[in-house]
C-alpha cells in the first residue's frame, strides 16, 4: 500500500512537470478514420499557443471512437459502483446485481465474483490520442469518513505513441462494526502506431485489490430501529473481535475478511501487408495506409488470488452462525492462487482497403492454467479456436458481426461462446435498431468442483451449462429514448443452494427482461429521466428478483453565467419486494434463501451537480428515506440488502472532478 501511494505522488509529481497548469478552455473532437486508413492524420500539427484539446479514445478491441463526458446529468457515470448494484451495507464490500446477468462465455472461471464490479477490466481499457498532456483529478468524501480517490493522466510523446495512467483507491470504514472496505486499481496503457501505418502495438497493465471485512452479518438485526443513540455501530455483528473494531478512514488493514488479487499484463501487436500512399499539404506528409492482411498476436499473462483468513477466529460464532466447525484458537485461513498464460495468433483480412471496418478474422489459441493453494497444485491446459466477421457499411447505415469462440482441446474443450448482432442508422440523426443472437456453452466454475482450498462441496459430474439469448434494442436519441428486450433460455443453471453447497438446476430456465430509458422534457429547465426495467422468470427456478426496478430523476438543468452547467433535482430508486440471495463469508459466494423478504420502501436521494469550465462537482444527501420512521407499510427504516445486511443510513457524499491540460 505504501508503494502505491509512492507511485500515485510521483505520478502526481510528473504531471505538473511536463508543463504549467493552465486554464485554457476544452474542446473535445472526434477524428474520422480507422486503424488502417483515412484522408487525414489523426494528430494533426496544431498551433501549441491554442487554448484547446483535441482527444479521443477506443477501448480495448474496438474500432468506435469515443469522446471524454463532460456531462455532469448523472452521478454515476463517476461513481465506482453502479446504481443497478448494491453492497452488503458498505462501499467495498460484496455486491451483486438486482438485474439477473450470468456471465455467457466459456472457459476459465475460478467462481469468486462477489467483487469483480470494482475491477478496472481488459475490455473497458481505453486507449487514447491527444494533441495536449491531459489529467484528471477527483477526490470523493462520503459519511463515516469514506473517501475516494481517482488520477487520469495522458498524453501523446509523438504522434504514433500514446500513454495512459489509471489510478482509484477507496477507502470506507462503513456504518457497522467489522465492515470496513478498500480498493486498489491501476492501469497503465501505451499504444504505438509505426509512421508508415504497418505496425501498431499495445501493452496494458492491470492491478486491482479488493479487501473487505466480513461481518457476518448483525446478531441481532431485529434491533436496528430501536437503537438508543441512532448508531447502527452500536450492534454486534457474527465475526470480527468487537472490541478491536474501530472505524479509521486511513486504516486499511483487514482482520477478519476476504482480500481478492489480480493482475493482468497484455502485449498485442499488428503487422499489415496492404497499400501505402501519402499526402503532401504545406510541408506536411501524412502517411496513409490501407490493409488487406493483418498478422495480430496476442499475449496475456494474468494472475488472481482469493483469500479469506480471520487471525483471531471465534469458533462458537463459526459453529453457531455459518454451521462450521474449527479448532478453537486456530488462525483460520483459505487461499486460491491463480496463474494463466495465453498465446494467441490471427489473420485478418480487409476485402475493402478503404473500409477497415469490414474485416475476416480467424485464429488459435493456447492458455496454461496453474493453481496452488495451501495444500494442493494442478495444472493444466486449454486450445481454442476464434472467428470474427464484422462488416459496417461505408454510409454507416448497416453493421453485421458475427462471432465464435470454441475450445478445441483441454479442460474445457467443449466450452463456447457465439454472437450475431445486426445494427441499422435509419436517419442522420442517430436513431438505430438492433437485433441479435447469443449462445454460450460453459464447465462450471472451478470451485463448484472442488479445485479449491475453501470449504465448497464438490458437484458431481460436469454438467456444462448453455445459455441462449435472444435480444432487441431500439434507440432514438433524437427524443432520448432507448427500449430493450432480452429473452434468456438456461439449461444446467449453476448457483448455490447453500453456502458451502453449488447445485445445478436440471430444468429449462426462462428468463424475460424489459427496459425503456427516456428524457422527458416538461419545460425549458426540467427534465425528467425515466429509467425502467421489467423482470420475470419462472416461479419454480431457483431465482430471485425483483420484478419491478426503476430510476427516476426529476432535475432542473441548464448553462446558466456562461460558463455554469447545472443539474440539480430529486432522485428515487425502487425495486419491487423480492427474497435477497444470503451471503456466506467463508466461501464469498451469495445463495438462495426463502426466509427474508426485502421492503419496498423506495431509496430518495437529492443532489446538487455541477461543472464550471473543466471543474465538475457533485453533492449529494442519500438515503432520505431512513428518516422516516417505521411501519407496517413501509419496514424498516434501514433497507436490507441480505439477511442481517442492513444498508445505509442518511449519506452525504460530495465530490469533486478536475482536470489539466498541461
Request: charged content about 15%; aromatic content about 16%; proline content about 3%.
Amino acid at each position: 500500500m505504501r508503494t502505491k501511494r509512492i507511485l500515485f505522488i510521483c505520478c502526481f509529481a510528473t504531471c505538473l512537470l511536463n508543463g504549467q497548469l493552465s486554464a485554457q478552455n476544452m474542446r473535445f473532437n472526434s477524428f474520422g478514420g480507422g486503424g488502417g486508413g483515412g484522408a487525414t492524420d489523426s494528430l494533426q500539427k496544431r498551433d501549441k499557443a491554442e487554448d484547446s484539446i483535441a482527444i479521443y479514445y477506443r477501448l480495448y478491441n474496438s474500432l468506435a471512437i469515443r469522446n471524454m463526458d463532460t456531462s455532469v446529468a448523472d452521478f454515476f457515470s463517476k461513481f465506482i459502483l453502479p446504481y443497478s448494484h448494491y453492497h452488503l451495507g458498505n462501499l467495498g464490500n460484496a455486491s451483486r446485481s438486482f438485474l439477473f446477468n450470468p456471465l455467457q462465455r466459456g472457459g476459465w472461471d475460478a467462481g469468486f465474483r462477489a467483487y469483480e464490479v470494482y475491477n478496472y477490466t481488459l475490455e473497458q481499457t481505453p486507449f487514447y490520442q491527444t494533441t495536449k498532456p491531459y489529467t484528471e483529478l477527483g477526490y470523493l468524501l462520503g459519511g463515516k469518513g469514506e473517501q475516494l480517490i481517482e488520477l487520469l493522466h495522458t498524453q501523446n510523446k509523438t504522434k504514433q505513441f500514446n500513454y495512459s495512467f489509471a489510478y482509484r483507491f477507496s477507502n470506507a470504514p462503513g456504518n457497522l462494526k467489522n465492515q470496513h472496505a478498500n480498493l486498489n486499481n491501476m492501469r497503465i496503457a501505451a499504444n504505438y502506431q509505426s509512421k508508415r501505418k504497418r505496425y501498431a502495438s499495445y501493452w496494458v497493465m492491470l492491478l486491482n485489490k479488493s479487501a473487505s471485512s466480513e461481518n457476518g452479518g448483525l446478531v441481532k438485526s431485529q434491533l436496528i430501529d430501536s437503537l438508543s443513540l441512532n448508531n447502527p455501530y452500536e450492534l454486534e455483528t457474527r465475526l470480527g473481535i468487537s472490541g478491536a473494531s474501530f472505524r479509521n478512514p486511513f486504516n486499511t488493514n483487514i482482520a477478519t475478511g476476504s482480500t481478492y488479487k489480480e493482475q493482468n499484463f497484455v502485449w498485442k501487436q499488428t503487422y499489415d501487408i496492404g497499400q501505402k500512399d501519402s499526402i503532401v499539404k504545406d510541408t506536411v506528409t501524412t502517411y496513409l495506409f490501407y490493409p488487406r492482411l493483418r498478422f495480430q498476436n496476442e499475449i496475456k499473462y494474468q494472475t488472481n488470488q482469493f483469500t479469506f483468513a480471520d487471525a483471531n477466529p471465534l469458533a462458537l460464532n463459526y459453529e453457531q452462525y455459518f454451521n462450521y466447525k474449527l479448532p478453537v484458537g486456530d488462525a483460520m485461513l483459505f487461499q486460491d492462487q491463480w496463474k494463466r498464460f495465453t498465446n494467441e495468433f490471427s489473420l485478418v483480412s480487409f476485402p475493402e482497403k478503404t473500409n477497415p471496418n469490414q474485416f475476416l478474422q480467424v485464429g488459435l489459441g493456447y492458455q496454461q492454467l496453474n493453481f496452488k493453494d495451501t495444500l494442493l497444485s494442478w495444472s493444466n491446459h486449454d486450445v481454442y479456436g476464434l472467428g470474427v466477421y464484422k462488416n459496417k457499411t461505408k454510409n454507416q447505415r448497416w453493421d453485421i458481426q458475427a462471432s465464435g469462440k470454441l475450445f478445441l482441446n483441454g479442460y474445457h474443450a467443449g466450452d463456447y461462446e457465439a454472437l450475431f448482432s445486426l445494427t441499422s442508422v435509419f436517419n442522420k440523426k442517430g436513431d438505430q435498431v438492433a437485433l441479435w443472437l447469443q449462445n454460450s456453452n460453459r464447465t462450471p466454475s472451478f470451485n463448484r468442483l472442488g479445485i479449491t482450498a475453501f470449504p465448497i462441496s464438490k458437484l458431481i459430474g460436469i454438467d456444462k451449462e448453455n445459455i441462449i439469448e435472444a435480444g432487441a434494442m431500439w434507440d432514438q436519441k433524437s427524443r432520448g429514448l432507448s427500449a430493450s428486450f432480452q429473452y434468456k433460455l438456461i439449461q444446467n443453471f449453476q448457483y448455490f443452494g447453500a453456502g458451502y453447497q453449488p447445485l445445478v438446476y436440471d430444468k429449462t430456465l426462462s428468463y424475460i427482461k424489459g427496459t425503456v430509458s427516456n428524457q422527458l422534457k416538461l419545460s425549458t429547465h426540467w427534465n425528467w429521466y425515466n429509467e425502467l426495467s421489467l423482470q420475470l422468470v419462472d416461479p419454480d427456478a431457483p431465482i430471485h428478483l425483483p420484478v419491478i426496478f426503476t430510476r427516476q430523476r426529476l432535475a432542473f438543468e441548464g448553462n446558466f453565467f456562461k460558463n455554469l452547467f447545472l443539474s440539480t433535482g430529486l432522485e428515487m430508486i425502487y425495486h419491487s419486494a423480492f427474497r435477497p440471495d444470503a451471503y456466506m463469508p467463508l466461501t464469498g459466494q451469495f445463495y438462495l434463501q426463502d426466509q427474508f423478504t426485502t421492503n419496498n420502501r423506495p431509496i430518495a436521494n437529492v443532489f446538487l451537480n455541477f461543472r464550471i469550465k473543466r471543474f465538475k462537482g457533485f453533492i449529494r444527501m442519500e438515503q432520505l428515506n431512513t428518516l422516516l420512521a417505521t411501519s407496517n407499510q413501509l419496514g424498516t427504516r434501514y433497507q436490507f440488502t441480505a439477511p442481517n445486511y442492513p444498508g445505509t443510513g442518511t449519506w452525504l457524499r460530495v465530490g469533486i472532478w478536475w482536470n489539466f491540460i498541461n
